[in-house]
């Protein structure tokens, strides 16, 4: 019975060869369409790097001062002199330039998701059948294992940052996608009913009454993305990106746990700074609103 299973899985498999489709789907987009992804890649390049150099060429000291006193005015005394503290530990442990990168790449694959996400989740909220089309695609996308995206977008695009900026938005972008959907559509129906009473057109619908009501969720994906964008430029330094990445890339290949530590505490110290940030802003308009 055994044997007789293995040769239909067999049989199978020579009929569904997923593995090969695919291996000559990249080749055929390499052959045909290095053009457009060398564009791509142009843009995506000089984006980042603008934002990446904006990032270095601002003193550290300017840059701790400024964001100690945003987390002081959003979260409290208590949290500006922690984000004081964390970023200060960085600069001391020498890992300041790392970290800057990481952040721009950070930046730079969140604010390229947010550009594509938004408007592809008001579309889902507005239309079923775009729903329906597009949650399959953010599954995929969401539960595929990161390190998968490395691979063609390598291939793809070559070593550098720009594969490690392209695979990171495909990573990063289905949270803001689905909550903005979500968002849009818990907006109750006496509220969009109130608006078509005033005599608002669809786009004013949009703007002035669902999307203000729909913001808390909408940030609420705003921060899972840069979260998200985040841990996956870490794991983009396997192809070049750079950033903390390196560093614990080389901790890894040397065994060095001093290292390992120290530029893991950076990315750590990073992500509760961004994190806490950013949800603040989702908070506090909630509490504006109720």
Known sequence: MSELLGRAIDALRELLPLGRWVNEGVKLLLDHGATVFDSV????????????????????????????????????????????LALALIVVTGFWP??????????SATLISLFFGIPLGIGCARS?????????????????????????????????RVPGTIATVIF???????????GIRQVSTEQVEAGNAFGCTSTQLLFKVQLPIA???????????????LS????ASMVGAG????????????????????????????????????????????????
Do not use: H, K
């Open 41 to 84: 890649g142009v843009m995506v390049e000089a984006f980042a790097q603008w934002i990446e150099q904006g990032m270095l060429a601002i003193p550290f000291w300017l840059t701790i001062a400024v964001v100690s006193v945003i987390g002081w005015r959003r979260l409290g005394a208590g949290f500006g002199m922690f984000v004081l």
């Open 128 to 160: 079923n059948r775009v729903n329906a089309c597009v949650r399959p695609v953010l599954d995929f996308m969401q539960t595929m294992p990161a390190f998968v995206y490395l691979i063609p977008a390598a291939m793809l695009f070559g070593l550098g």
């Open 232 to 235: 996956m430029v870490i794991i």
């Open 172 to 182: 990063a972008m289905p949270p803001v996608v689905r909550l903005t959907s979500l």
């Open 215 to 229: 913001m808390p969720t909408i940030m609420a994906g705003v921060n899972q993305t840069i979260m998200m964008a």
């Open 98 to 107: 790392q970290t800057m990168v990481t952040l721009a790449l950070t930046l």
């Open 243 to 290: 950033g903390l990445g390196n560093d614990v890339l080389a901790s890894i290949q040397r065994l060095d746990i001093g290292l390992g530590f120290e530029s893991g505490l950076a990315v750590v110290l990073l992500a509760i700074i961004l994190d806490r940030l950013t949800e603040s802003f989702g908070v506090a308009r909630r509490g504006r609103d109720n």
